[in-house]
T-cell receptor
Framework: DAKTTQPNSMESNEEEPVHLPCNHS???????IHWYRQLPSQGPEYVIH???SNVNNRMASLAIAEDRKSSTLILHRATLRDAAVYYC?????????FGAGTRLTVKP | NAGVTQTPKFRILKIGQSMTLQCAQD?????MYWYRQDPGMGLKLIYY???????DKGEVPNGYNVSRSTTEDFPLRLELAAPSQTSVYFC???????????FGQGTRLTVV
């Protein structure tokens, strides 16, 4: 399975944008890039996914590099409720495997 | 719309006991997954299924068994519980390989 690399932790100030990076240099041409987040004491929840083009939804934006070897999840205005572990995963095969993710701390 | 329902929410087992963690989804999803999450760690895939009657091992299948007799249900069986199986267990489902997955709220299991 293709692997992803994320920073262990990041900090942000409330109401400022947050850019969460993910490297996936071994991505294949048909791997989809998915982002999930896990709030404290909850199960993971879907955030966004994309293949080649940048994607936007009500929660976030996903910017995918032209060579697809990296991507960035963008939270446009971080709130305290966005404090969570964010996971970047690649989906192609039938299974779905998570890495360690990035723990985002949002400071008031 | 219940989504993915896991039962029980909490359980304490004694070493050597067995139990089944239940997972049910009402979204007619073919793909279902079981994960465990140890304190402060990420999720590890135990087993997954791509449809009724089809299951496959994930990263950490030892000590667990699964079955998938219906589309809706994907129970996880622990035989001969060990302290190393103390963890939070999450079940998830998705409509396909690349569609979004939905997770249950988890089962917190302690083996003493």
């Amino acid at each position: 399975d293709a692997k992803t690399t994320q920073p262990n932790s990041m900090e942000s100030n409330e109401e400022e944008p947050v850019h969460l990076p993910c490297n996936h240099s071994t991505i294949s041409g048909t791997d989809y890039i998915h982002w999930y987040r896990q709030l404290p004491s909850q199960g993971p929840e879907y955030v966004i996914h994309g293949l080649t083009s940048n994607v936007n939804n009500r929660m976030a934006s996903l910017a995918i590099a032209e060579d697809r070897k990296s991507s960035t999840l963008i939270l446009h205005r971080a709130t305290l409720r966005d404090a969570a572990v964010y996971y970047c995963i690649l989906r192609l095969d039938n299974d779905m495997r998570f890495g360690a993710g990035t723990r985002l701390t949002v400071k008031p | 719309n219940a989504g993915v329902t896991q039962t029980p929410k909490f359980r304490i087992l004694k070493i050597g006991q067995s139990m089944t963690l239940q997972c049910a989804q009402d979204m007619n999803h073919n793909y279902m997954y079981w994960y465990r999450q140890d304190p402060g760690m990420g999720l590890k895939l135990i087993y997954y299924s791509v449809g009724a009657g089809i299951t496959d091992k994930g990263e950490v299948p030892n000590g667990y068994n699964v079955s998938r007799s219906t589309t809706e249900d994907f129970p996880l069986r622990l035989e001969l519980a060990a302290p190393s199986q103390t963890s939070v267990y999450f079940c998830a489902s998705s409509g396909g390989r690349i569609t979004e997955a939905f997770f249950g709220q988890g089962t917190r299991l302690t083996v003493v």
